[in-house]
């Protein structure tokens, strides 16, 4: 006892450091931390009851069983190196068309996983999934592969390469999102590839309604919450013996589409020509139709011109003619008026004035004339003009000439009272 006591307190010591080691053990079966970018399902130590934690955090454990599922995760079914970069891993998933060519196609998608509790739930519960590498091994790479094989029994790996490639990809992105369709056959003539026969042969065709939309069977993703996004299809790898086949196809479908371009050039050139010839002709019969109508119109215009400028003459000398009428008969009326004027003014002075002055230009002109007479150097007969001599003779001589003037012009020189 006494011992006891002793090493009571290295007892209580040793006690406590096993029970501490003992709490750091069960401590990651008591709490948890949800990551980022993820969420987990709990299933309970003792009732077997599913939870989940859809955000980052903790949350207690309890001793359960706990899994952590991705959020969402990049699916890649290619043929290229992988992360590490030391292996070659071909991922790549075959298909066949209907024409039997084999080809592996390459690939990404985006896998979003159930945002809420209800559908993470189930996705382990009802679906039977433990984690989503089985849901990748047993879910998504399974429905990948079905939709690419229908997509690619709908067409031949020429259609394919050419002109239906943009189908393959929608049709694959349909199927996808709304599960794959349901087909039926059909029976075709086509031309066989070995000995150029037209054969029957049997083709895969999409069921729809009678709006024609597609009919679909059940799609797996279908209430598991997830989500495919960013389908893309990267390569197409088809078989050497069908590249090689395909290439020859191409070639000679360029050939006859370089023929056909050469003659529908050649055509369009014939045309071209014609239609130019034609151009021409019409040209130049659209530049004599335009001469004619040019001279058609400067004539109609000359005559025109002519008719105005007649009309013109004719209203000029209309109104000349008015003119010199008025003209006329402004001269008569100024004649009448002078006329009766001179009447009057003789009348009045009996024309005094132009008598006076045809008297003085008489006068002038005798004076004149009377100066410029010969007379001799000597007059025998000289005698003073009382007498009567020749300047006396001379002056009863122009005096006599006034009084004829004076009486010719009725002039009177009586000044009246």
């Known amino acids: 006892m006494d011992v006891i006591k002793e090493n009571k307190g290295v007892i209580l010591l040793a006690l406590l450091a096993i029970s501490g080691i003992i709490l750091l053990m069960m401590g990651s079966h008591i709490i948890e931390t949800c990551p980022k970018g993820s969420y987990q399902i709990k299933q309970a130590a003792y009732t077997g009851n599913l939870s989940a934690k859809m955000t980052p955090g903790l949350w207690m454990q309890n001793f359960g069983d706990i899994k952590t599922w991705p959020k969402a995760e990049t699916f890649f079914f290619t043929s290229d190196i992988d992360a590490k970069g030391d292996t070659k891993k071909d991922e790549s998933i075959e298909v066949r068309f209907n024409d039997g060519s084999r080809c592996n196609i390459a690939g990404t998608l985006r896998i979003m996983m159930p945002t809420n509790k209800n559908d993470a739930i189930n996705l382990t519960d009802k679906e039977g999934y433990e984690n989503f590498k089985e849901v990748l091994d047993k879910l998504i790479k399974p429905t990948v592969r079905n939709v690419l094989r229908t997509s690619s029994n709908l067409m031949s790996a020429k259609e394919s390469y050419d002109n239906k490639r943009l189908d393959f990809v929608s049709w694959s992105i349909d199927q996808i999102q709304n599960g794959m369709y349901q087909t039926e056959d059909t029976i075709r003539r086509v031309k ?14 999409i069921k729809t309604d009678k709006n024609g939309n597609p009919l679909y069977m059940r799609n797996p993703l279908e209430g598991t919450g997830i989500i495919i996004r960013n389908f893309e299809i990267k390569k197409f790898d088809y078989e050497k013996e069908v590249e090689k086949q395909i290439a020859e196809q191409q070639k000679a479908l360029m050939a006859v589409s370089t023929a056909k371009a050469n003659a529908a050039k050649a055509q369009q050139d014939k045309l071209t020509n014609e239609e130019q010839g034609k151009a021409k002709v019409a040209k130049a019969k659209y530049e004599e139709e335009e001469k004619k109508i040019r001279q058609v119109v400067i004539a109609q215009q000359q005559k025109e011109v002519a008719i105005v400028a007649g009309e013109q003459r004719r209203d000029v000398a209309k109104l000349d003619k008015e003119s010199a009428s008025l003209k006329k008969q402004e001269l008569i009326l100024l004649g009448q008026g002078e006329s009766e004027r001179k ?13 006076l002055s045809a008297l003085i230009q008489m006068n002038k002109d005798n004076a004149d004339a009377f100066s410029k007479r010969n007379v001799p150097m000597y007059n025998m007969n000289m005698a003073d003009t009382k007498s009567g001599g020749l300047d006396s003779q001379n002056m009863q001589f122009l005096n006599t000439l006034n009084a004829m003037m004076v009486k010719n012009l009725g002039l009177d020189m009586t000044i009246k009272k």
């Open 192 to 205: 066989d590839v070995v000995s150029g026969e037209e054969i029957e042969k049997t083709f895969k065709i």
């Open 343 to 355: 009447r009057l003014v003789l009348a009045a002075d009996g024309a005094l004035k132009e008598k």
